[in-house]
Structure formats: structure tokens, C-alpha cells
């Protein structure tokens, strides 16, 4: 992985075997090479760059905006610890806020989600660590209840303490699924 310092010294390898950083750098030579052309329109050239390489317009635009990352976040980017579509939010930050949310999610071990980049993208300029600590909180799992008719209460579980019933019915639904009766 490592920093790229030459984009050229990249060209050398198959496209396909070099990291998401590193051809998003391959890209962005590319593609710089072909804007300084007086008059060339840059939709169309990412197309064609795109057909040079496999891919679409839309995937190279993609990846060359990657080229915004700070350089942890292109690192966990390359190591697959970071999502495409999150670096990508991510990267329409500035770069000192990008430096927030990757030092607050190192700190607290929070794996950055797409909803999670978009809400901090929608604050982009205003971010503070206190906005970065409420968006990376992990939401609770809400748990859920499951009502048992009164009926089945009344034939199965009369006058019993509800803490029986818990294991009664814990251990009916281990013995269910031990059994392979259920079909989920």
C-alpha cells in the first residue's frame, strides 16, 4: 500500500492489482494530463479514461475524488477497513475534519457506515468533535417483545413465576432449533 509519490511508477503494475489509493492516483495523472488540453470537456474525459481502464465515467469520477482522503483514511481505504461508498462521503470533508472523524473513530473503534458519512458530510464546515462523537455513536439494538396469547399463557404456563417461563420458553426454542425444525 504505502503513499504514492509518483503516479507514473504506478503505471508499471496491471491496473487491476494496484490498491483503491493507488489508482485513484493513476486516475487523477490521468486525468490531469488530459484536462490541460485547452477546450477538453472533463465529463467526456473521464469517460474515455474510463474506457481505458474498464470502467465507467461515473466510477472514475468516483475514484478521484478519493484523492481528497487524508492519508489514514486512504490507508484503512486500501486495507478494506473503510467502505468505498463511506470514503467517498468522507472526502467531500475538509481535510481537518476528515483528521476529526478518524481520530474519533480510532478512539472509540466505531466502523464508519454509509449514514453515518452522509450525516457528517451534511454538516460539512461546521463539524465540531462533539457533532463527530453524536454521529459515530453506534444506535442502540432495540430489543423486542413478543406477546404470548393469553390462551396459550392459560393452557401452558398457569400460576407460573415469569422467570420459569422465560427458560421454559428459551429452552423450547434451543431444543426447536437444535432439532432443526424451523425452517429460518
Known sequence: M???????????????????????????????????????????????????????????????KLNDLIDPLKDMLDRGTLYTKVAIQLAFLPENEQQMVYEVAKETGTKLTVDMAIRLRSHTGTLTDGFVRRYLRKEPIKKKCYKVPGRIIEKYFQGMDPNQVDNIVEQALEAWFRKGAADV
Open 2 to 64: 504505502g503513499k504514492v509519490t509518483n503516479a507514473s511508477d504506478l503505471m508499471v503494475r496491471p491496473f487491476s492489482e494496484l490498491s483503491i489509493s493507488e489508482q485513484a492516483a493513476v486516475l487523477k495523472a490521468r486525468f490531469d494530463e488530459e484536462t490541460s488540453i485547452p477546450g477538453t470537456q472533463k465529463i467526456k474525459t473521464k469517460g474515455s479514461i474510463g474506457e481505458e481502464y474498464g470502467l465507467s465515467g461515473s466510477s472514475v469520477g468516483r475514484l478521484l
